[in-house]
C-alpha cells in the first residue's frame, strides 16, 4: 500500500482537500479520502465528489483520434498533432481572430494560463473564452463594477459567524454539500436560513422562509427588499456615508415597493420579511438561478446593494456567490480570459506591454479586444468568420443554449477536442486529443474563497494520454515554437511564471508557491509573500497582505479599502425590464433547470452507458398536468420551445409551482430548447427561463436521453 499524496477534490468549487493515491484495480483511477489536515474542509467530504474521483462513469478517450471518411478513427500523435498544427497555422493565414479556442473551469491554474498564454500571446486571438462565462461572468460583473476587483468578499470562516443565511437562485444542499453542512450547522441553535427560489428545492425544504419569486423576476425582487430596506430604516448610515459612493442616486432608482413585488409574484409581506433578515449579521449566497439570467449582473449587483445599505460587509456577513466549476477563479484569474493574470486590465496600455515583454511577443499581436464571449464566438463560427474551434475540458454542443444551433456551428469548423471523455462535442470533432484526468495531472486550483490548493498525479495516465499542459505545449511548438522554452510545459514552473505575474495586482498570489503549498496544502489570497495570505477582503489592516478577520463592521470604521478609484464601493441603479421570452398564447408555460444530486455539470463522468442511460424526467405541477392533459400520453409528454422539442417522461411534483417545468441541467437534450439571449454587461446566457408548450408524443420524437449519435455530458475533465 503505498502512502498517500495530497490533492484537490475537482468536482465544485468548494475545494475540499483529498488524500489519495492509486486504485488498486477495477475501473476506478485513484482512491481517496478527506484529508483532516486540509485547512479547507478539514477531512469533510461529499458523496459524490468521491464517486466521481474513484469511479468515473464516462467513456474515455484513451488514444488520439482524427476523421476519416465520416468517421473517428484512431491515429498516432504525431499525424493528430501535425493535423492540427497545419489546419490552425493556415487559419491564422487568414487572420489572428480566424481561430476560436474555449477554455474550461476544469483546467488546473497552469494549463489555463498555458492555453490563454497560447491563445492570446501565441495566436494572437480574440475569439477566446472559457465555459465560467456560462456561469459566473454576471457575478463577476458584480464585483468588479461595486468593488472593483473580483471574487466574493467572505471566506469560509465567515459562516458560522452569520446569524442570517440568505440563499438566492442556488440549491447548494446538492450542489456543495460540504459548504451547505456548515451553513446548517450555523443555523441549529439560533440562526435562521432564508432561501428565495421559485421551487421547492432540497435546500428550500429546510428553510425557515422560503420566498418564491416568478422565474427572471429576481431583479425585480431584490430591489423591492432594497426598496423595503430602505423605508424601514434598515440602512447603515455609517458604513455607506464613509465607504461607498452613489447611494443616493441608487435611492432615487428605485421601484415603489408594491409594485415591484407584484411584478415578481411576491406578496409585500413577504418581502419585509425578507427584508428584515438584512438587520441581522447576514450573508447572502447566491447562484446559477441570479447569474444566468439577462438581468444577471443587475441582480447580482442589487445582492451587493442590499449587504451595502445594511452594512453588512465585514467578519460573518456579506455577499457570497457559489461556484460551480472547481477552477473557475483560477481560470479567471490567470487563463488571459477577460483580463490579463492577476486581474490586470485588459485595454490598459501599460498592463498589456508588461505581458507582451514578459511573454517576448510582439505588443501588435495581443488583442485589443477580450472577445465576444462564449455565446457570440458561437455566432461567429456560424457566420463562416472562423475555421478552426479548439475545445479544451468543455462540451458546448451540450452545455450552451440553443444546443441545435451550437452544433450546426461547430459541425461546419475544424474542430479540434481536446478531453478525457467523449461527449457531445467529440462527437462532432475533426480531431480528439486524449487528456489526463483527475488523479493523473498536477497542478493547482483557486476554490470560491480564493484558496490555491495542489492537484497532484497518484498515476501515470493511460500509455497514449497526455496531460493538459503537455498537449498545449506540443501544439504551441509547431505553431509558435518561441513561445514557451519547452515542449514539455513544467506545471510547476507554469505555476511560478503566472504567480509572478500576478504581483502587485489585485489577485495577488506571488508569495505562493509549490513548496509552500506542499507544507501549508491551501493558502488564500492575496498573498504578496511567503508569510502572509489573505482574509476578508479589502479590510485594510495597516499594511498587511489580507483582512484581518477579527474586525467587525462596526470596528472597522476608516479601514476599508475598495479597488476604485474613489477607494469606496459603488452601488447601483438597475431595473427590472422583464424576460427575455415571456409565455403567451403559443407558449403558455415557463422552462427551467436545475441540478440533480447524482450528476454534475452535463454528467460526463456520471453516463453509465455510451447511449446514454435512462430519459430524463421532467418535474411538473399536477395541476399544470391537469390542465395540459391532452399533452400526455402513458406518462410521457412533448416540451416544445421556439427552437426545438424533446420527449419526456413525467415526473408530477408539487414543488414545482403550477406553470413551470422543471428539467434537469445535466442532460445534453435540455439545451436544445434554451434560448441564446445573454446579459449585456456580462456576456452570460439566460439559461434559467424560456417560454414553452406541451405537445403529445408521437413516434420518432427525440427522447430527452441525449443526442441521437450520442447522450454525454459536458465538463469534459471533470
Known sequence: MTDRKPTTCMRCAVGCGYRQRAADGGRGVVDVRGDEDHPTNDGETCSRGVRETVDPRGERVTEPLIRRGGTLQPADWDTVLGTVSVRIIEALRKGNDNVAVLGSGQQTNEAAYALGKLARGGFGTRHYDANTTLCMASAVRAYVQAFGSDAPPPTYEDIPDAQTHVIWGA????????????IADSTIDDGDLIVVDPVESETAADADLHVRPEPGTDLSLAR????RAVDDGLVDSEFVGRHTEGFEAMVGSLPDVDVAAETAGVSADRVAELAAAFDDRTIVYWGMGVNQSVQGTGTARSLIDLCLATGNLGPGSGPFSLTGQANSMGNRVCASKSSWPGYRPFDD?????????????????LPDSSGPGFIRIIDEIARDNIDVCWTVATNPAAGMPDAGHVRDALDDAFLIVQDAFHSDTAELADVVLP????????????????????????????????????????????????????????????FDEVSALTGG??????????????????VRWPAPDAENEGGYRYYDRGGGAGSDGDETAEGAAGSWSFHTDSGRAR????????????????????????????????????RTDAGGGRAMAARVHPETIADNLAAFDRGKTVIESRRSSVAVEVAPDADVPPGLVWLPVHNPAANRLTLSAADPESAEPNLKQCAIALSAPSRGDTDLTGSPERANGTGSHS
Open 505 to 522: 495586482t489585485t489577485a495577488d498570489f506571488s508569495g505562493i508557491s509549490y513548496e509552500r503549498l506542499s507544507e501549508s496544502l491551501a
Open 571 to 606: 452601488f447601483s441603479n438597475a431595473s427590472h425590464e422583464g424576460v427575455p421570452e415571456p409565455i403567451d398564447g403559443e407558449y403558455p408555460l415557463t422552462l427551467t433547470t436545475g441540478r440533480r444530486p447524482d450528476a454534475y455539470n452535463t454528467g460526463v463522468r456520471t
Open 224 to 227: 423591492a427588499v432594497l426598496a
Open 349 to 365: 496600455a501599460a498592463h498589456r506591454k508588461a505581458i507582451a515583454n514578459e511573454w517576448g511577443v510582439p505588443l501588435s499581436r
Open 435 to 494: 487528456a489526463a484526468t483527475w488523479g493523473e495531472s498536477e497542478g493547482t486550483v483557486m476554490n470560491m474563497e480564493r484558496r490555491v490548493s495542489r492537484v497532484t498525479a497518484a498515476r501515470d495516465p493511460p500509455e497514449n494520454v497526455r496531460q493538459d499542459v503537455d498537449i498545449i505545449g506540443a501544439v504551441a511548438d509547431r505553431v509558435v515554437p518561441e513561445l514557451f522554452e519547452s515542449t514539455r510545459l513544467d506545471p510547476e514552473a507554469l
Open 171 to 182: 440549491n447548494p444542499k446538492i450542489a456543495h454539500p460540504v459548504l451547505y453542512r456548515w
